[in-house]
């Protein structure tokens, strides 16, 4: 009987195993899925979205940002008066209401904004001892350093152009460079650049930004900020070569075509009195042209991922550098400009 009982047990006894292996391997597969819910919750908490990033500057020894807080307040401030000065000299003096001036004007407010997008953040980080930047300020920050980068550009070629028509040909220059072709040639140049300026920005922000978010820079480099993304950048780099490179060839090339035609017409003039008077209108502009354009191409005609520390000194001379240094390009250069500002300043002593 015990035997024939026992024989009785053990099939429903395999049947129960079973159902109990069946529940177990049930078990391992939820368990398995608990997991894999966890690790995609630990990506996702490894991918959250950063709400700032930190700017390092230019120095991470105490004394040496002393030191790079005291030059640029000082490069900003003369950079801020040198050309509000020059905006002022050439609203207030009738003789130069010319297209040359015009230009030259609003080149200078460029440079006021420029420099304003990237220098005052950096020292009012280090007057609070924060290096932090908000996500928000950062994007804005990168929208306005391309939109004006770029206008820099455009406002050279339209100069070149004009400085070509001036040369090459003078007795038609009133009829061509007429007052609504000059603010044509300027709100064109800023529709192209703040639509520029959008699409790279949009394109960033859709980046995702994980842990890493130490920017080798003292602000903002759209480069420097690129480069810490942990999502794929193709499409960004992709339209910093097409576009980018389109914005930026553009007006490089009228400006090599202008002044390639410039010295043609110049070497056919008989005397050298007259190749010295043509080449110096054109000598300020052409200093500027190069110290301006030689930077960027070292900079940013490159794939973001090779973007290096060492790239923050070329970052400097057209951010800060170009922006102190046109005023006095164009001031002690011109005879016009320095009369100009003669009589505004005595003027202003009279006050």
């Not at 003292?218 to 780099?237: E, G, M």
């Not at 553009?250 to 390639?260: D, L």
């Not at 008077?277 to 960027?296: D, E, N, P, R, W």
């Not at 390009?329 to 016009?336: A, Q, V």
Request: proline share 3%.
């Amino acid at each position: 009987m015990n035997t024939f009982h026992s024989n009785r047990e053990r099939p429903g006894c395999a049947a129960h195993c079973r159902t109990e292996q069946a529940r177990f391997r049930g078990g391992r597969r939820k368990a398995a899925v608990g997991d894999e819910g966890d690790s995609s919750d630990m990506d996702r908490d490894n991918q959250t979205t950063v709400t700032e990033f930190l700017l390092l500057g230019l120095s991470g020894q105490s004394k040496q940002e002393e030191i790079l807080f005291g030059l640029f307040l000082w490069m900003y401030l003369v950079t801020i008066i040198g050309n509000i000065l020059i905006i002022l000299a050439i609203s207030c003096d009738s003789h130069l209401h010319t297209p040359m001036y015009f230009f030259l004007a609003n080149l200078s407010c460029i440079d006021i904004c420029f420099s304003s997008v990237t220098t005052p953040k950096m020292l009012l980080n280090h007057i609070l001892g924060s290096k932090s930047i908000s996500y928000v300020e950062c994007m804005t920050q990168i929208y306005f350093f391309i939109t004006f980068i770029n206008m820099d550009g455009f406002l050279l070629s339209v100069m070149a152009y004009d400085r070509y028509v001036a040369i090459c040909c003078p007795l038609h220059y009133s009829m061509i460079m007429k007052p609504k072709l000059c603010i044509l040639l300027v709100v064109v140049s800023w529709v192209i650049t703040n639509l520029h300026a959008l699409l790279h920005t949009l394109l960033m922000v859709r980046l995702t930004f994980c842990f890493n978010n130490t920017v080798h820079h003292f602000f903002c480099d759209p480069y420097a900020v690129l480069k810490l993304s942990c999502s794929d950048t193709f499409i960004n780099d992709l339209m910093v070569f097409t576009v980018g490179g389109l914005i930026f060839l553009t007006p490089f090339t009228c400006i090599i075509i202008s002044y390639a035609y410039i010295l043609s017409n110049v070497l056919k003039l008989p005397s050298a009195h007259g190749i010295r008077k043509s080449l110096s209108t054109c000598g300020s502009h052409l200093t500027v042209v190069s110290l301006f354009y030689g930077a960027i191409l070292g900079v940013y005609m490159r794939p973001s991922s090779s973007y290096s520390v060492q790239d923050t000194v070329a970052t400097v001379i057209f951010t800060v550098v170009t922006p102190l240094v046109n005023p006095f390009i164009y001031s002690l250069r011109n005879r016009d400009m320095k009369g100009a500002l003669r009589k505004l300043i005595s003027n202003s002593r009279k006050f």
